[in-house]
Each structure stands twice: as structure tokens, then as C-alpha cells.
């Protein structure tokens, strides 16, 4: 098998480069259709519901706690509903 100089593959990564920006471009555009919204902008509402849902995470059960403490009529069952 032949090997290839630095300058040929040099060359190759190039375009190989050129097809994945053309690419991601194509996607972006695709999702601006879609939803509205390029990459970046998807990628940081995600981060936000992701970070929302984890703080709702640790308010619920720091809450859930509290509520079982102060609501359970008999030790070792679950609050009441009210």
C-alpha cells in the first residue's frame, strides 16, 4: 500500500472539514425550519429546562420531605391529602 505525503492528507481533512461544515449548516437551517430555533438556541433552552427541572427536583423533595414530617397522622405512613 502506497502512503500518502502530509500534503495529500492535509488535502483530504480539508475537505473533509468542508463536507461537515456544509453539513452542520444543512442541519441548522433544517432545524431553524422546523422548530424555529438554530443549534445554539436549542442547545441552550434545553440547558435551561434541564437546569429547571433539576431545581424543581430538589424544591419538590426537600418539600415532599417537610409535608411527610408535618401532615402524617400515623408514624410510617404516607401524608394526607388534603
Same mark, same amino acid.
Given at each position: 500500500?502506497?502512503?500518502?505525503?502530509?500534503?495529500?492528507?492535509v488535502q483530504?481533512?480539508?475537505?473533509?472539514?468542508?463536507?461537515?461544515?456544509?453539513?452542520?449548516?444543512?442541519?441548522?437551517?433544517?432545524?431553524?425550519? &422546523?422548530?424555529?430555533? %438554530?443549534? $445554539?438556541?436549542?442547545?441552550?433552552t @434545553?440547558?435551561?429546562?434541564q437546569?429547571?427541572e433539576?431545581?424543581?427536583?430538589?424544591?419538590?423533595?426537600?418539600?415532599?420531605?417537610?409535608?411527610? &414530617?408535618s401532615k402524617? %397522622?400515623? $408514624?410510617?405512613?404516607?401524608?394526607? @391529602?388534603h
Amino acid at each position: 500500500m502506497k502512503q500518502k505525503n502530509v500534503m495529500d492528507l492535509v488535502q483530504e481533512l480539508q475537505e473533509e472539514n468542508d463536507k461537515l461544515q456544509g453539513l452542520y449548516k444543512l442541519f441548522n437551517s433544517a432545524c431553524k425550519l &422546523e422548530f424555529g430555533m %438554530d443549534i $445554539k438556541a436549542i442547545h441552550n433552552t @434545553l440547558e435551561k429546562v434541564q437546569k429547571f427541572e433539576q431545581d424543581r427536583t430538589k424544591r419538590g423533595s426537600i418539600g415532599l420531605t417537610e409535608q411527610s &414530617e408535618s401532615k402524617s %397522622d400515623v $408514624k410510617g405512613q404516607p401524608p394526607l @391529602l388534603h
